[in-house]
């Protein structure tokens, strides 16, 4: 399936969270809107009244607009914010204007995974801070010293609020560039990102992402996503190609990790790197896996949840023979 169907079969599967971010996103526009509203009606007000008050002697002589200036603009809008609300206002409708594009990141080739994935959030953490900027104009507080973050506000700064409040993103990646502990750092609230993979890629790039409170998933079709969308908590899910593990780590499921994670499919141990993906780094994570579903006091050897069944007595003498015999030579 192209990958373009894959990334809009995740939208849609992402549909309730995204929805509810729009939703949160064009209330707040409209709250900021209705505040501009109130500036200008009380200024036009404010004018009219001073206008009278001075009388004809004033007419062509005062300019009334300069005059008024000076006066408060709206209850519970300094005068001096205006033109930074009107930033903020603007901040979220353009967010607004850019519909599924919103939720939709792709690898240019340049930046890492992590850093595109920081570079959106940022984007989209604008929305934070327009809010921000509102709020304390109307709370007659300085709003500038949120004014930094109309041009981009970083997941770090986000608070426990604004994190619950966490668009989805639905990622486009090749498999090489599939390095994905570097996302540890997102999750946290309500943030939920889908990895769309393209091309070969370590067999459970995942793994090192498990965690008693995130969902996290490999699966084969965006199809298989129903329960990671309903996860009311972060969580990180990766659309991989049939050489890849396929498992699901749902914290409902259990207080330990073996009843946590259901693995439905491990792929044979790696025979090469994959551009920078060293064979021992690809066995680290389908070992960590393996151990992740091993029930407490059970055997090295046992079998994994899910998994292959332990190695023979034959094989493990192999694998002996081989990790003493110096290939080299």
Partial sequence: MPSDDRVRLALEALAGPARGFRSTLARTA?????????HTASKDNTSARLAAELGPFARDRISVERFASVFP????????AAELVRRAHATLTGLLERGDDLFRV??????????????????????????????????QLPPDRHAPALEQFPFARWNRAERRLAPPL????????????????????????????SGETSPAPLARLIAPGSYVQQAGAAADLAGFAAWDGPGIAALVPETCGRFVHDPRAGRTAPERLRIEHLPEAPRKGIDGISVEQQAD???????????????????????AAPASPTDQLSAWLLAHTDLTL
């Fill in 285 to 307: 994570e389908l070992a960590l896996l393996r151990s992740l579903a091993q029930p407490t006091g059970a055997p090295a050897g046992g079998l994994a949840a899910g998994g």
């Fill in 106 to 139: 792709s690898l240019d080739g340049k930046s890492t995974l992590r850093d595109a994935v920081a570079a959106r959030l940022a984007d989209l953490g604008r929305a934070y801070g327009a809010a921000r900027v509102a709020r304390d104009a109307q709370a």
């Fill in 30 to 38: 409209d709250e900021v809107g209705q505040l501009l509203r109130a």
């Fill in 170 to 197: 639905v990622v486009e990646a090749r498999g090489a560039d599939l390095l994905a502990a570097g996302l540890a750092e997102f999750l946290d609230g309500h943030v939920k990102l889908v990895l769309v993979v």
């Fill in 73 to 80: 603009a709206a209850p519970g809008v300094n005068g001096g």
